[in-house]
């Protein structure tokens, strides 16, 4: 099982990044998946969550109306477009899998079984 994060970097306060997260070696389609963050010195935290198919979504109140997650199971992808980025967003970003394919326990960490290797968001000027 593979989880293989991309697109973080460098963006100034304001601006937008999109995050990808392929997977293989998992049944993407039948899986709810995860964004979470990890910023220096704190605990890793839950950032947005999507069900097996797309229809459910669910977002921290820190990141609603400025963050989208989306899936592409046809691609056995996981997206999280980020606008109206802040530095307190600064973080590294891990993309996970959860034995689970729907429900609120998709905002949980414990309920995923597998994890991307996370990507550097960093957010200066």
């Known amino acids: 099982v593979q989880l293989q994060a991309s697109g973080g970097g460098l963006v100034q306060p304001g601006g937008s990044l999109r995050l990808s997260c392929a997977a293989s070696g998992v049944t993407f389609g039948t899986r709810g998946m995860g964004w979470f963050r990890q910023a220096p010195g704190k605990e890793q935290e839950f950032v947005a969550a999507i069900n097996w198919s797309g229809g459910d979504k669910y977002y921290a109140d820190y990141v609603k109306g400025r963050f989208t997650i989306s899936r592409d199971n046809t691609k056995n992808t996981l997206y999280l477009q980020m606008n109206s980025l802040k530095p307190e967003d600064t973080a590294v970003y891990y993309c996970?899998?959860?034995?689970?394919?729907?429900?609120?326990?998709?905002?949980?960490?414990?309920?995923?079984?597998?994890w991307g290797q996370g990507t550097l968001v960093t957010v200066s000027s």
């Open positions: 996970g899998a959860s034995r689970t394919g729907a429900g609120s326990s998709l905002t949980l960490k414990n309920w995923y079984d597998y």
